[in-house]
């Protein structure tokens, strides 16, 4: 009898534990990119977090793009859904304008002390995550030579062989900008006709200026022989399709893209997120994110292969055309318009 009282004490002991850890866990949303993005970050930063932090579980809320997202906040604007936020940095400054995210430093995120400099963005309220940068695309049984500039893309043999997401899209834009100081243009935020008139040069072969789901798909496939997409998710594409898709820095050269992580002002569990953010900004989590999607890191102390960091833009940085992004946010939709009447009519 004593024993069975025993045992049962113990039993609802255990029951009471187990119901006090899970009334202690802590639940947070990370809103961030779909697709590769969220198989390889849930892996190399999401799982090891939890494994750290048990008393915190993250769900992970996939969108397509940091329009996207910035969309889902303002409709959540009285009441968030969402803790913690990934996006690009032109989209995070309409954020931070609105009032939609709460400024991140070293008092609430002490990791963004060993940030690089080019990761801590005037009037951001978050802070760098990831350095990308833009590259030329190409099928490696259609284009047997590597294509040594973004104009090859004009090149007669690859009529309706070309896949580039247009502008307002950052790599349309992105695409735009090198190829107007490469022709001589000198200040893209008064005008980008050098880049309007090359890219309208481009137009004719181009297939399509929307690409589903992503660039990487058709160009892989040989629907497409050229594109122009990231390098991480064409290092990672290069992998699973056995080399068919490959990317290069041409000679008139690139542009980094920024994706901030960002703490979404009144967000259900600040101080989990703000832990988050934490650990997403440590030179492990860094380390191991370059390593599995060949991102570069922004935290300076990351050790990262040598290996990983060849697939990056890191060894390429004279090639790197600076982009104040937060100034073309400005000009942005007059450059759309100027898109819309001077390239897309080319392609038809």
């Not at 650990?279 to 390593?291: D, N, V």
């Amino acid at each position: 009898m004593k024993a069975a009282l025993k045992s049962g004490s113990l039993g609802l002991m255990m029951s009471l534990l187990a119901a006090g850890t899970a009334m202690a866990e802590t639940n947070i949303t990370v809103m961030a990119y779909s697709g590769l993005f969220q198989e390889r970050y849930t892996k190399a930063v999401i799982e090891p977090f939890m494994a750290a932090h048990p008393d915190i579980k993250v769900t992970y809320f996939p969108l397509p793009t940091s329009a996207a997202m910035l969309g889902n906040l303002r409709a959540q604007r009285a009441a968030p859904q969402a803790d913690v936020v990934i996006m690009d940095v032109s989209v995070s400054k309409a954020g931070t304008d609105e009032g939609v995210f709460t400024k991140i430093d070293t008092s609430n995120v002490p990791n963004v002390a060993d940030l690089y400099p080019d990761a801590r963005i005037p009037d951001i309220a978050g802070v760098a995550v990831t350095f990308d940068n833009l590259v030329l695309l190409y099928n490696a049984e259609q284009v047997r030579q590597t294509p040594s500039s973004w104009m090859d893309m004009a090149k007669p043999e690859y009529r309706g062989k070309v896949v580039i997401p247009g502008v307002p899209d950052i790599q349309g834009l992105g695409l735009l900008l090198i190829l107007n100081k490469a022709r001589g243009g000198t200040n893209y935020l008064d005008n980008v006709d050098k880049g309007l008139e090359a890219v309208a040069e481009i137009a004719p072969n181009v297939q399509t200026w929307e690409p589903k789901p992503e660039v990487y798909a058709p160009v892989v496939t040989g629907q497409a022989a050229l594109g122009v997409g990231y390098n991480a998710r064409a290092q990672v594409n290069s992998e699973l399709s056995g080399g068919r898709i490959k990317a290069t820095i041409p000679k008139e050269g690139t542009i980094f893209q920024i994706n901030t992580i960002n703490l979404v002002a009144d967000a259900p569990q600040t101080a989990a997120a703000a832990t988050f953010v934490n650990y997403a900004l440590s030179p492990e989590a860094q380390k191991s994110f370059t390593e599995t999607m060949f991102y570069a890191p922004t935290n300076s102390k990351a050790q990262v292969s040598q290996e990983a960091m060849a697939r990056t833009a890191v060894n390429s940085l004279d090639k790197v055309m600076k982009v104040d992004w937060i100034a073309l946010a400005k000009v942005r939709d007059k450059i759309a318009n100027e898109w819309r009447r001077r390239v897309l009519p080319a392609s038809r």
